[in-house]
């Protein structure tokens, strides 16, 4: 069992930075690949980032290349998305999910991941 916990999301003006944590506790958090995603209202929960077990490989969406950054701290069993250049369609509930368990397909879907958090809210004004 695994639960993770995010914070760090508030209203911020547009061009704005923020930065997301998410704590891990109860397995082993530095054995698993990691995932943000985020969920606007009335759209389907989107992939964000990705970042493998020793934060030496990552991934973006296209839409945040460039402006968000994921990393982590194995020591301290939390990983981080650093918000740069923030524009109002970034506004949604950001998740963080881990993976604990073999998964054959792509990390982009949200089935690849088996725990997630209960989301923190972003809103980025114009």
């Known amino acids: 069992q695994v639960q993770l916990v995010e914070s760090g999301g508030r209203l911020v003006q547009a061009g704005g930075s923020l930065r997301l944590s998410c704590a891990a506790s109860?397995?082993?958090?530095?054995?698993?690949?990691m995932g943000w995603f985020r969920q606007a209202p009335g759209k389907e929960r989107e992939f964000v980032s990705a970042i493998n077990w020793s934060g030496g490989s990552t991934d973006y969406a296209d839409s945040v290349k460039g402006r968000f950054i994921i990393s982590r701290d194995n020591a301290k069993n939390t990983a981080y998305l650093q918000m740069n250049s923030l524009k109002p369609e970034d506004t949604a509930v950001y998740y963080c999910?881990?993976?604990?368990?073999?998964?054959?397909?792509?990390?982009?879907?949200?089935?690849?991941?088996?725990?997630w958090g209960p989301g923190t809210q972003v809103t980025v004004s114009s």
């Open positions: 999910a881990i993976r604990t368990r073999y998964y054959s397909g792509s990390h982009y879907t949200p089935s690849a991941y088996n725990y």
């Open positions: 109860g397995r082993t958090f530095g054995n698993y690949a």
